[in-house]
């Protein structure tokens, strides 16, 4: 069974950094592309970053761009979001995903399984 | 792409035939998928591709469209199918649509 779980979320002040982590179990993590996704409260959904299967190639949305950084450790099946200069606007619940195609640079650009979130809150 | 979905709020009966709608702000190529958000959980794949149901989804779910306009379609509603339901376009940019809940009468 896919699982993934986040962790890593909380209180932070604004212009601070927070490192978010996803554990992968249930499927070979190194074989495919990753996600964050995340969820402002009572918004919707906002794609923030993809990374390739080995870590090769990174995408971002151009909000967070030059300030969250997407990355992967294989050995461990752990995905990683590192966030700096917070801003209030970054306030979400943020989800861990997983792009459905297997092995390749190729990636798909949907999101097959979620975690359940762990909640943001950028506040002084 | 902007997305629009319609109607926001919907509430039907069990059993009842539902439609969503997804409107899109330019061609989508049929590269919409469908989420379902139950309160308090992680979105869950429904439909990808406009419509290849997602592996474990029960196939009173469905979709359609081309263009610019896209359509779940749940045949028999049940009640665990509350739920707010998103469109999601991965042609040109990465865009959810705002959602639409779906509420039993």
């Known amino acids: 069974e896919v699982q993934l779980v986040e962790s890593g979320g909380g209180l932070v002040q604004p212009g601070r950094s927070m490192k978010l982590s996803c554990a992968a179990s249930?499927?070979?993590?190194?074989?495919?592309?990753m996600a964050w996704v995340r969820q402002a409260p009572t918004k919707g959904l906002e794609w923030v970053a993809t990374i390739s299967y080995d870590g090769s190639s990174t995408y971002y949305r151009d909000s967070v761009k030059g300030r969250f950084t997407i990355s992967r450790d294989n050995a461990k099946s752990t995905l990683y979001l590192q966030m700096n200069s917070l801003r209030s606007e970054d306030t979400a619940t943020y989800y861990c995903?997983?792009?459905?195609?297997?092995?390749?640079?190729?990636?798909?650009?949907?999101?097959?399984?979620w975690g359940p979130g762990t909640m943001v809150t950028v506040s002084s | 792409i902007q997305l629009t979905q319609s109607p926001s709020l919907l509430s039907a009966s069990v059993g009842d035939r539902v439609t969503l709608s997804c409107k899109g702000s330019?061609?989508?190529?049929?590269?919409l998928a469908w989420y379902q958000q139950k309160l308090g959980e992680a979105p869950k794949l429904l439909i990808y591709n406009t419509n290849s149901l997602q592996t474990g989804i029960p196939s009173r779910f469905s979709g359609s469209g081309s263009g610019t306009d896209y359509t779940l379609t749940i045949s028999s509603l049940q009640p665990e199918d509350v739920a707010t339901y998103f469109c999601y376009q991965y042609n040109n940019g990465l865009t959810f649509g705002s959602g639409t809940k779906l509420e039993i009468k």
């Open positions: 995903t997983r792009d459905p195609a297997a092995g390749s640079l190729l990636l798909v650009w949907y999101f097959d399984f």
């Open positions: 249930g499927f070979t993590f190194s074989n495919y592309g």
């Open positions: 330019q061609n989508i190529n049929n590269y």
